[in-house]
């Protein structure tokens, strides 16, 4: 098939499964468009994709779900049979039922699956979980599944009769609850407004950035990174919590799960 152009659509907010998708997509023989939906938009973009491009979408897991605030740009997602990716990173636990949660959001808006994978990363909160991942031997594998994907659109004649396998159970799991919604030093805070701006989920006042809505924050820890004062933080308390159980569950060195 005559290939038009590589789309990436993803949601990266701390940069993680930015690079991993780069990665891939820097071994796919297109040119490609970036998508960059971990900017919070009131107006949702449209995104409509004719059937002889490839649309790679990446997601972090959030407890084992795709995280919601990516989905309300689904609103707008179409695709004429359109071959696709799914590309979820995970901070070394598990990622459960997100891939197949991908999987039929995609599908069920004229995209065809012709290849997925799971990708182990350095945590979000945890950064001690999975430090430095994705790392050179990571690399490498994405690099090669990208190489894959790049054969597959110029060999195949037709994706009509792929049918890509992913895990997962339906129902879904029940999605998580912000357990970190970061607090405010104000002594500390300049009010500049970088944390607002970054906010992937507009969980942040943008005229008075001490003030955080704790039903919409994702505890995407962006905030955090983004604050060059470093006034925003998360309770130590709640910290130690998390880390403690983390560290039991998670496994640092969890391989890549590839599906083509």
């Known amino acids: 098939m005559k290939m038009n152009e590589l789309k990436l659509v993803y949601f990266s907010p701390t940069g993680t499964t930015r690079k991993v998708i780069m990665e891939a997509a820097a071994n796919i023989d297109l040119k490609s468009v970036s998508y960059d939906l971990t900017v919070h938009k009131e107006k949702k973009p449209s995104l409509k994709f004719k059937s002889n491009d490839l649309v790679l979408f990446g997601i972090p897991v959030y407890a084992g779900r795709v995280p919601a605030v990516f989905l309300e740009y689904f609103e707008t997602l ?41 990708f182990p990363t350095e945590h979000s909160i945890v950064r001690s979980i999975g430090l430095g991942r994705p790392n050179k031997q990571d690399l490498k594998e994405i690099a090669d599944f990208g190489k ?6 110029h060999t195949e004649a037709s994706f009509e009769l792929f049918n890509i396998s992913v895990p997962g159970n339906t129902p879904y799991r029940k999605a998580g609850a912000a357990s970190l919604t970061p607090k405010v030093d104000v002594t500390m805070c300049t009010e500049c407004g970088a944390c607002a701006k970054s906010c992937p989920a507009g969980a942040i006042d943008t005229k008075d950035p001490k003030k955080t809505n704790k039903k919409k924050c994702i505890s995407c820890q962006k905030c955090l990174r983004s604050c060059k004062q ?14 403690g159980k983390l560290n039991k569950v998670c496994q640092s060195g969890k391989k890549a799960d590839i599906f083509l």
């Open 230 to 243: 470093k006034a925003r933080y998360v309770s130590s308390t709640k910290m130690k919590l998390l880390t």
């Open 78 to 118: 179409s695709g004429q049979g359109t071959p696709a990716v799914l590309i979820a990173t995970y901070g070394c636990r598990e990622y459960e039922d997100a891939l197949l949660e991908l999987k039929n959001e995609v599908e069920s808006r004229g995209f065809k699956v012709i290849g997925a994978a799971a």
């Open 148 to 153: 894959q994907l790049s054969r597959r659109i």
